[in-house]
């Protein structure tokens, strides 16, 4: 039961990511939402505790912080232009581009 409560909590967390994130972006909260479904429901048979199920859990807790501190909604303004209002999760969250040997661990 417990690994049950922790996929949950791992959905709802991705979930409320993307709600704050994409506040007011109607698409962008539609899409996320059927996009994280799915990605849940693929994994909705992994066996509580395996190494698999461990990793998918992650993926999610890394997923909820990444569209949480990571990205950022542009919103359109009057002249047409797009403005970006960056806010305080933000602050200091940089991206680090992999590298060959980074990439190279992966496979």
Request: aromatic share 4%.
């Amino acid at each position: 039961m417990a690994a049950a409560a922790e996929g949950l909590a791992a959905y709802r967390a991705v979930l409320r990511a993307a709600r704050r994130t994409f506040a007011g972006d109607q698409l962008m909260l539609k899409e996320s939402a059927v996009e994280i479904r799915r990605r849940f429901e693929d994994h909705r048979g992994l066996a509580p505790g395996s190494d698999e199920a461990t990793r998918a859990l992650a993926d999610a807790r890394e997923a909820a912080h990444f569209i949480t501190h990571m990205i950022v909604q542009a919103t359109r303004a009057p002249s047409g232009s797009f403005v970006v209002k960056p806010e305080s999760v933000h602050a200091g969250a940089t991206l680090e581009v992999p590298s060959e040997e980074i990439l190279s661990k992966l496979k």
